[in-house]
């Protein structure tokens, strides 16, 4: 129980990438305060994981609105006495390039993710200066955010900027000890999602592979090296690892749990191999 007595509070808690974070936090000892636009998403979450005997709260938040996250972070502290760990996770897809893609959803993609991850990362460690809290913030990114993914500006873009936000913040709150991090996935084996989903008794999310650019590999594991493609609970894994004390001197570090994506040789095809 590596993160025993800890509190964890998580954006973006659909039954797919960030519920399973947010459900491996919990396994590892944290209690959980679930947050998402969708307040079956944020009670589902935390009822999932109280039923695993854990504890959680869901919180229905709009992350670009400040009241909304002063009252999230309010309620974590309200019923835990702070936060611990933050996963800046939420995000809105929208498959448009830059030749089709209104203003308006440019504004309010990038506001998600950018905006989102600025307003709880700053309110959250304010409230740990204040309470002395040697915490952790992790920011999801994705390969998207390393590469250039046709037909995808808008999530890219702000996944990218999500990269130098967390190397500036880490830099920035070292000397309170609060460690900053980023975590990477890529394209997700959609089977454990599915899973949660129906224990969840919610509808599942569309897949991000769903609506792909022409021109893609047709089956995503076979430009993965691993040949295979991480699940959710790969990537809770991983961030129990950086918000736990064997990661105490990590910090301003993006770990790819990306079945060797980014690593990979333009030229090379792994599935022919």
Known sequence: MKLEGKTALVTGTSPNIMGGIAE????????????????????KCA????????????????????????SAIGRANDRYGGVDILVNGAALFNFKGVLNMPLDEWRRQTDIILTGAFLFTKHVAHSMIEQNRKGNIIN???????????????????????????????MEL???GIRVNSLTPTATGQAEGRERAARWGVEWPRPRLGER???????????????????????????????????????GFDLRVDAGAVSRYWIWSPGDA
């Open 47 to 70: 009822a999932a994981i109280i039923a695993d005997g854990h504890d959680a709260i869901g919180v229905a938040c709009d992350v670009t609105d400040e009241e909304q996250v002063v």
């Open 24 to 43: 491996e936090l919990a396994r590892a000892g944290a209690n959980l305060v679930c947050v998402d636009i969708r307040e079956e998403y944020a009670e």
């Open 213 to 251: 650019a022409a021109g893609l590999l047709p089956d995503a594991s076979q430009g993965a090296p691993l040949l295979q493609l991480p699940s959710p609970s790969n990537y809770g894994k991983a961030a129990v690892f950086l918000a736990s004390d064997d990661a105490e001197m990590i910090t």
């Open 174 to 176: 070292a000397q309170y």
């Open 140 to 170: 999801i990114i994705s390969t998207a955010g390393h590469q250039g993914e046709p037909g995808n500006v808008g999530y890219g873009t702000a996944k990218g900027g999500l990269l130098n936000f967390t190397r500036s913040v880490a």
